[in-house]
Each structure stands twice: as structure tokens, then as C-alpha cells.
């Protein structure tokens, strides 16, 4: 049975910074891309990061130069940096692994695992 769990959510002030991680179980992160996503309040599910099999990462634009996604194949665990964090990044985190299609990589519906999610909120 597969599972991702993650961590590392919680409340900080503008301009704070958090490490969220996403540890798989049962699953080996050897798909060609792996994501994190976040959904605010009364918003739809958005994606914010993807890390490619050959290292390449890309960003939202809402979140570019902030935040960073990272892997640790020895902790078969996935990371999400985010630093000098803003009100409006308060949402609930998700990662996402074993991307189904062949082009892209940053529609939800494509990736087949998810982990629980975790809240971030970001105070002013």
C-alpha cells in the first residue's frame, strides 16, 4: 500500500520561512515527476512546484525564487522549501508522485498518489 506522508506545516509570520517533507511509503519516487500542490479556503487546488526524474524543477510564478523543491532518494522523501513566506500562501500543501502522463507536469488529475496534506498559514 502506498503512502505519503507529510510534515513540516504549521503558523509563522510574513517574511518566515518552513520545510515541508513528504515521505513515501510502499513507493519507491522513481516516476518521471513529482509535484506539490496547495488550496486555499474557498479556492480551487493549485500547482506550485515539480521536480523532474533529471533534476529539472519548475515553479509557479506566485511562488518562483521563494520556494524550492528538492528530493533525498535516501529518505525516499520529497521537499518543499518555502521561504520569506506571504499571508497569501496559507493553504493546505499536498505532494503528489507517479505522474501518468508523458507531457507536463502539473495537472492534479494526472498524478496518482497524494499525500494527506498539511497546513500552512502565514500571518501578517
Known amino acids: 500500500q502506498v503512502r505519503l506522508v507529510e510534515s513540516g506545516g504549521g503558523s509563522v509570520q510574513a517574511g518566515g520561512a518552513l520545510r515541508l517533507s513528504c515521505a513515501a511509503f510502499g513507493y519507491t519516487y522513481s516516476t518521471r515527476c513529482m509535484g506539490w500542490f496547495r488550496q486555499a479556503p474557498g479556492k480551487e487546488r493549485e500547482w506550485v512546484a515539480a521536480?523532474?526524474?533529471?533534476?529539472?524543477?519548475l515553479y509557479a510564478d506566485s511562488v518562483k525564487g521563494r520556494f524550492t523543491i528538492s528530493q533525498d532518494n535516501a529518505k525516499n522523501t520529497l521537499y518543499l522549501q518555502m521561504n520569506s513566506l506571504k499571508p497569501e500562501d496559507t493553504a493546505i500543501y499536498y505532494c503528489a508522485t507517479d505522474y501518468r502522463s508523458s507531457v507536463g507536469c502539473s495537472a492534479a488529475a494526472d498524478f496518482r498518489y497524494w499525500g494527506q496534506g498539511t497546513q500552512v498559514t502565514v500571518s501578517s
Open positions: 521536480l523532474y526524474s533529471g533534476g529539472i524543477t
